[in-house]
């Protein structure tokens, strides 16, 4: 017998398979996904490997395989559900079975594993166990058929543990304990409501109320706090805050529809489009409860953790230790305490980014993925998934919900609801009843003809002053997501675009030229604008750190703090920013998409939209489509308290359907249009676009190979007239990047020829060359 196995290490020379043969002795133990001890490497090392392929046949190599050395696992270590996923992601992304398997890895190498049992309950264990736990090695060898058995019968289960794990830095913090009492001092009280509210060291208590170690002492003394010891950084629970709340009458709607459609079986996949503020969140949490008295298990998705504060701190707070958090910000060790939580089933819910859909939790009942719009749900690395396709095939496997949330859901997902594919539910009005604040815009091109050439018109300008003497905070947002190397009139404010691809040209300052990077048309640099005629032409870009010194310099006494990707680097740094927010310590908070969505401040009552054409010249068919949504979402943090929000937008394109349509909140509208433009250009969701990428030192080179690889698919195409364009070989946008030549090309397809399409592609020798669906990044 002989098996292909796969080592967990971050090593490209690693990263593929490895053959072995399995001595006679050890082939009954032997199955896909169980893990084992091979000899690697010249000296032999024993590695930890998990099994891919078994095989009879000995492959064909020029020298003579090893032995493996034992068999770590008594049950695959990789479930069949999840290999069964794997799969999927390989057929549907042209990805190889090996790489989609990698998603359910654990975050750290099979090595630094300890595999132990637990017992769930109490029983004659033959000493075998000690306090309930068995982690010797020899033992679980020895004792294997009994444990086996006992776990078959539900005695004992398996767990995960850290070989070699960091001592965990505490800190003791103050907790309630019981109820407010009469005979406490007003200053006891005081500090006793606070402590209810959340976590806090004697330190910040005497540093943030100016208490003394009397009043601290007294509530102790009293039964009415205690010490316990926390993880250092861990993030506070303020359960009080987010007590379950009665829904009002359309959240309550939404609520009932899906619940009956989903237990009727007429439906598993939902759409929710609701604005900003109108109350998903309760509805997620409360769909969540349902399932959990169900007796199955949720996974909840947001775009980023440290995007989205308060969504997390609101399942914490409803649903205490039950959770698991998986972000990109915590580190190996931090982030595989998380998956051994959810492995070792000590948890039932996960929050996390987008890689939380790959983590090992079982009978799922609800996925639901919030902000579905965003980009960050599409992979940018092999394989190349999108979040929503594999939800959806993990949550049919348990027959469980998928529920999409956005105040603007993307086009293609809008789309398919229509189709029937997602079943959909709408709110236009915001939870707490307050009207969404009406944009104001601000036409640049009038504030420069006036002679203002300042980042602030005149209206932002008096509004932002007028918001520092009430004491109300201000939100400035840059919109400057994507590639900028547009070209605009600032007289006019229309970029320059490509007339066959409706996508703005790239301005290529050695040749002087506008290309588009699409069909490749070349346009030279204009003297002046081809629509109104203004000398006015120039590139178009700004950066938060020019905005904040703007800003700090024209508004001298306002506490001003930016918020982007420098400034929230560290550990812990956005939350203490949205701290700050909160306890009003800041006037002005600067940022760009991360201050976009999930930020509720009571006391933000105006937003300034600094730019917001900015994305409208990024060289991507969804420009428009990221322009509203954008819009859309900051225009949400303005007016979220008791207090009416202002919007104020600067834009030089005021008449451009995806600003006019997000000042008038009308996505029905918006959408309407775009589906049109996309339908005309053939554009997803009419057609997939295949792009076809070559990266290389030799920049001729990396265009032959790639024309080579054109011409095959251009020849296929004419050979069998299906319904599909090929589009030729150009630039990337960013044509060379660190000395590396880039070059692609796009196949547009039809989606019902789009497998038959990829597995052409995928029949030609690609070499380096690199097949992406419908990317996120055109760059």
């Known amino acids: 017998m002989y098996i292909s196995v796969v080592v967990n290490k971050s090593n490209d020379a690693l990263d593929k398979s490895f053959s072995y043969t399995v001595p006679k002795n050890l082939e009954s133990e032997i199955k896909k996904y169980k893990r084992v001890i091979v000899p690697f490497g010249r000296g032999n090392k024993p590695l930890t490997a998990i099994i891919t392929e078994v095989f009879d046949k000995e492959p064909e190599f020029d020298f003579k395989l090893k032995d493996i050395i034992s068999v770590v696992d008594d049950k695959p270590f990789i479930n069949d559900d999840d290999a069964d996923v794997a799969g999927y992601i390989s057929k549907i992304t042209g990805a190889n079975f090996v790489d989609s398997l990698k998603l359910f890895f654990p975050p750290v190498s099979f090595d630094s594993i300890l595999t132990g049992y637990k017992k769930n309950t109490e029983f004659d264990d033959s000493g075998i166990f000690s306090n309930d736990f068995l982690i010797d090695e020899e033992k679980i060898r020895e004792n294997r058929e009994k444990l086996l058995k006992w776990e078959d ?158 969504t997390v701190r609101r399942f914490k707070g409803r649903f205490k230790e039950d959770i698991a958090i998986i972000h990109s910000r915590l580190n190996k060790t931090e982030r595989f305490r998380e998956w051994m939580k ?21 009978n799922i009942g609800i996925i639901i993925i919030d ?101 109300e905070q201000v939100i400035l947002f840059l919109n400057r997501r994507g590639f900028f190397g547009s070209v605009s009139c600032r007289s006019c404010g229309e970029s320059i675009k490509c007339e066959h691809c409706d996508v703005s040209m790239t301005y290529h300052k050695r ?115 990221w322009t509203y949504s954008l819009i859309r979402q900051v225009a949400g943090r ?58 290389g030192a030799d920049n001729n080179k990396t265009y032959n190979d790639l024309k080579d690889i054109y011409d095959k698919v251009y020849l296929e195409l004419q050979r069998v007239r299906i319904d599909a364009v090929v589009l030729h070989p150009n630039p990337c946008p960013i044509s060379k990047i660190n000395g590396v030549y880039r070059w692609q090309f796009m196949v547009k397809v039809r989606p019902e020829l789009l497998n038959n399409m990829i597995d052409y592609i995928n029949s030609l020798e690609l070499g380096d060359i690199t097949v992406n669906v419908d990317p996120i990044n055109m760059m």
């Open 638 to 695: 303005s007016g979220r308290g008791d207090k009416d929000g202002r919007v104020i937008l600067q834009t030089y394109q005021p008449d451009h359907y995806a600003i006019d349509y997000s000042v008038k909140s009308s996505y029905t509208d918006f959408y309407r249009k775009e589906i049109l433009i996309r339908d005309e250009f053939k554009y997803p969701p009419f057609y997939n676009i295949i792009v076809l990428k070559n990266e």
């Open 371 to 471: 902000e579905e719009h965003d980009s960050s749900y599409v992979s940018g690395k092999t394989p190349r998934y999108k979040t929503v396709d594999v939800a959806r095939y993990r949550v049919k496997k348990d027959d469980g919900i998928l529920l999409l949330g956005s105040a603007t859901p993307s086009i293609t997902t809008y789309f398919e609801s229509s189709k029937g594919l997602f079943s959909l539910y709408e709110l236009d009005k915001r939870a707490n009843g307050r009207p969404v604040p009406e944009i104001e815009v601000a036409d640049m091109r009038e504030e420069l003809n006036e002679g203002n050439t300042s980042i602030f018109s005149l209206k932002l300008y008096e509004a932002i002053l007028d918001n520092l003497e009430k004491k």
């Open 153 to 310: 019968d539900g005695l004992i289960r398996q767990f995960f543990k850290l070989k070699n794990e960091p001592k965990i830095k505490t800190e003791k913090v103050l907790v309630s304990t019981g109820n407010i009492s009469d005979d406490l001092t007003e200053r006891q009280k005081e500090i006793f409501k606070e402590i209810q509210k959340k976590k806090y060291t004697k330190a910040q208590l005497k540093s943030t109320f100016g208490v003394s170690d009397s009043v601290i002492n007294q509530l102790l003394k009293k039964n009415l706090v205690k010490v316990v010891e926390v993880e250092v950084g861990d993030l506070e629970d303020e359960s009080e805050s987010y007590l379950k709340i009665s829904l009002n009458a359309d959240q309550q709607r939404v609520y009932d529809g899906i619940l009956n459609e989903y237990r009727n079986k007429k439906q598993n996949n939902f759409l929710l489009r609701g604005i900003t503020g109108s109350g998903k969140t309760e509805i997620y949490l409360q769909l969540v409860e349902e399932v959990l008295k169900e007796g199955k298990n949720a996974i909840i998705l947001v775009p980023e953790i440290g995007l989205t504060p308060q």
């Open 511 to 625: 040749e002087n030229l506008l290309i588009c990077h699409y069909c490749g048309r070349t346009k030279r640099y204009p003297e002046s604008c081809p629509v109104c005629g203004s000398k006015k032409i120039k590139e178009f870009g700004i950066g938060t750190e020019q905005v904040e010194d703007i800003t700090r310099k024209t508004f001298p006494n306002a506490r001003v703090q930016r918020m982007d990707r420098d400034t929230t680097a560290r550990k812990n740094a956005h939350s203490n920013i949205y701290n700050e927010m909160n306890d009003g310590k800041i006037d002005i908070l600067i940022g760009t998409q991360m201050i976009a969505k999930g930020l509720d401040f009571k006391n933000v009552t105006l937003v300034g939209i600094l730019a917001a054409d900015m994305t409208l010249r990024i060289q991507d068919y969804r420009a428009p489509e």
């Open 342 to 362: 959810i492995k070792n089933q000590e948890v039932r819910i996960v929050v996390g980014a987008r890689s939380a859909v790959f983590s090992p939790l079982k």
